[in-house]
């Protein structure tokens, strides 16, 4: 966790409370560091933020818009 925190210019802690939902909207450019330091495209991280939020036919389903997205910082 220090590395991937180190590389994309965040404190470990920022990491930790992103990471355990305490911070529920982190900024834009911080979401965006850590994503290319795990090499992770901003489009798959908004297609799993938004998985399930519409159903067949779209349709919306009942998952909760604010549903958070786990993404494990390990490597």
Known sequence: ???????AG???ETLRK???G???TPAFSTVAAIAQVLGLSL???WSEVNQG???V??????RPAGKRLVVS???
């Open 43 to 45: 489009d798959e991280i």
């Open 10 to 12: 965040v404190s470990p």
């Open 1 to 7: 966790m220090f590395d991937v925190a180190r590389e």
């Open 57 to 62: 036919g779209g349709q919306r389903s009942s």
């Open 73 to 75: 910082v390990s490597r």
């Open 53 to 55: 939020r519409t159903g």
């Open 22 to 24: 305490r911070v529920a």
């Open 18 to 20: 992103i990471e355990s």
